[in-house]
C-alpha cells in the first residue's frame, strides 16, 4: 500500500523555519527520523519511507502555498495514489499554537493551498493535518506573521508538537484516518506556557 504524504510550505532559505512552512517541517522530521534524504524532483522535493510495509511518499512542493495542487496531482498521478490515501499537513492561524487536528476532509478554511488542491483535484474528500501556529499579529501585518521565523521559545514547543504529528502520518499509514483522530485529535490540543486559553480560540480564519 502506498500513501502520499504533503507539507505545505514555501521553497527558499528565507521561508526555512517559518510558521507557514509547518508542512515542510514535518517531513524534514518525518524524513530525518528514518534517515532518508529528500532528492529535487518535478515539482518539488521527494522521498520514499518504507514503515510496516506501507510506501510513504513524501512531497515538498516546490510551486510555493498558492499552486500546491499541481504538484499533489502530478506525483498522485505518477505513484497511482488513490486520493483516499492522501494526506495534507498544512499551518492554521485559527488554531492556537500548536494545536493539531485531523479531519478526513472539509473545505479550504481560508487556506490557498488547500484551495487549490480542492480545485486540481475537483475534490475535497481527503485527509488533512492541520496545527496551529495562532494569530498574535496586529491588523496590516498577517503576512508578515505568517511568513515569520518562530522565536526560540515557540520552536522548542512547536518541535515537540511536530514529533505527535510524525506519529499521526505513521497511524493514518496503519490504521487509517478515523483510527488515528480517535487517538491523536483529543489529546493534541496545547498552549504555551503564558498564552492566555481564549487568545486563539473561535477566532475566524483568514486568507493567507
Not at 81 to 90: G, T
Request: hydrophobic share 35%.
Amino acid at each position: 500500500m502506498k500513501y502520499l504524504i504533503v507539507g505545505l510550505g514555501n521553497i527558499g532559505d528565507e521561508y526555512r523555519n517559518t510558521r507557514h512552512n509547518i508542512g515542510f517541517t514535518v517531513l524534514d522530521a518525518f524524513a530525518g527520523a528514518f534517515k532518508a534524504e529528500f532528492t529535487d524532483r518535478r515539482y518539488g522535493e521527494v522521498c520514499e519511507i518504507r514503515y510496516k510495509g506501507r510506501a510513504f511518499v513524501l512531497l515538498k512542493p516546490s510551486t510555493y502555498v498558492n499552486l500546491s495542487g499541481n504538484a499533489v496531482n502530478y506525483w498522485m498521478k505518477k505513484e497511482k495514489i488513490p486520493v483516499e490515501n492522501l494526506l495534507v499537513i498544512v499551518d492554521d492561524i485559527a488554531l492556537p499554537p500548536g494545536t493539531i487536528r485531523m479531519r478526513p476532509k472539509g473545505s479550504d478554511g481560508g487556506h490557498n493551498g488547500l484551495a487549490h488542491i480542492n480545485t486540481i483535484l475537483s475534490t475535497k474528500e481527503y485527509a488533512r493535518i492541520r496545527i496551529g501556529i495562532g494569530n498574535q499579529f496586529s491588523k496590516g501585518s498577517q503576512v508578515n506573521f505568517v511568513l515569520g521565523k518562530w522565536s526560540p521559545d515557540e520552536r522548542k514547543f512547536i518541535d515537540e508538537r511536530v514529533g505527535i504529528v510524525v506519529e499521526m502520518i505513521k497511524s493514518f499509514g496503519t490504521v487509517g484516518t478515523e483510527l488515528t483522530m480517535t487517538a491523536f485529535n483529543k489529546s493534541s490540543k496545547a498552549r504555551m506556557t503564558g498564552e492566555s486559553e481564549n487568545s486563539t480560540e473561535n477566532k475566524p480564519i483568514k486568507d493567507k
